[in-house]
């Protein structure tokens, strides 16, 4: 006996399609980075509250209203962050099914003018080099958040972790081994998928040698699980997970303890600090690429040529 074909529908699952439209967007929404997309709101509501002040139409809003805008915050906003509200309104725009398109002449054209005008050379973080961290080491004392911070500007130097990338770090990422450290580096600012990374960090014997500075802090702080580096407050006692902005702040108050100028310092400063004392060191680029693990090599090509920036010095020569 013959059976009838089973109907297609009768197979398919059936679905609420309210909630699956929901679903969609919190998997779009985690299409990008939880920093990111904060940043996006913030500027889709300021690009909102001016247009409503203005009387215009902000959904769609037109590439003439783009470059107004852009006039608007001319001196207001540097070229960067005017640059990512660009972005933040192309966003909003193709999540509400309208076309946006950057390249359009009321757009470009203004931004272009607006680089003209005040240059668009980003504000780099001084690099906290070797010998600058040599420096800011030789202030430290004996207590807890000594013993933190050396481990934290070491670690991050060594490894040349972004400020997120470390406060993110837990104990479990980092196996310290005979030979040194193996950082497992979850989720970072140019791996949005989470295909992680695995950094090494070896044993150096000396008196700044990252990995003994680690295993001394979590010693003193008694950690054996959870966050690697956390708060320490003034009477020594030991609190939560640091921020990202705690990072750049300790970098900062050490800097400034060390009789360095603070605000040149940034959490930025152990990433480029070991790009820069690598490029010195005669390291090629690849080698620094695997470590700091640069999207691009134009970028990374920044801090070698400030680390090689007089080794081709011919001031001497011509007789100076």
């Not at 009387?55 to 906003?77: C, T």
């Not at 690429?289 to 691009?296: D, E, I, K, L």
Request: hydrophobic content about 45%.
């Amino acid at each position: 006996m013959t059976s009838l074909p089973v109907p297609v529908e009768a197979i398919l699952p059936t679905h609420d399609l309210a909630a699956l439209a929901d679903h969609a967007a919190g998997l779009a929404e985690n299409a990008r980075a939880a920093n990111t997309r904060r940043a996006y709101k913030s500027d889709w509501r300021h690009f909102s509250a001016w247009a409503d002040a203005q009387g215009l139409s902000k959904l769609p809003a037109s590439p003439a209203m783009i470059g107004m805008y852009l006039a608007a915050h001319e001196v207001v906003l540097s070229v960067a962050t005017l640059n990512r509200r660009i972005s933040s309104i192309a966003v909003a725009h193709r999540m509400a099914g309208h076309p946006f398109d950057p390249r359009h002449p009321a757009i470009a054209d203004v931004m272009r003018g607006i680089r003209r005008a005040r240059g668009s050379a980003p504000k780099a973080a001084e690099a906290l080099t070797v010998a600058r961290l040599r420096q800011v080491l030789e202030e430290f004392g004996d207590r807890l958040a000594d013993h933190r911070d050396r481990a934290l500007l070491l670690l991050g130097t060594a490894a040349a972790l972004r400020r997120s990338e470390l406060v993110a770090l837990d104990v479990a990422d980092i196996a310290v081994t005979s030979e040194g450290l193996r950082i497992t580096i979850r989720r970072s600012k140019t791996d949005q998928d989470g295909e992680g990374a695995v950094l090494a960090v070896g044993r150096t014997r000396r008196a700044t040698c990252p990995a003994a500075a680690y295993e001394r802090w979590l010693v003193e702080a008694g950690i054996r699980e959870g966050a690697a580096f956390r708060a320490v407050d003034r009477h020594g006692r030991l609190g939560g997970r640091l921020s990202g902005n705690a990072i750049a702040l300790i970098v900062q108050r050490r800097a400034a303890a060390a009789g360095l100028d603070p605000g040149l310092y940034s959490g930025h400063s152990m990433r480029a600090g070991f790009a820069t004392s690598a490029a010195r060191a005669g390291i090629g680029e690849i080698a620094i690429a695997r470590q700091t693990r640069h999207a691009s090599l134009s970028v990374l090509r920044r801090y070698v040529r400030e680390g090689r920036l007089f080794e081709d010095d011919v001031t001497a020569t011509i007789g100076l």
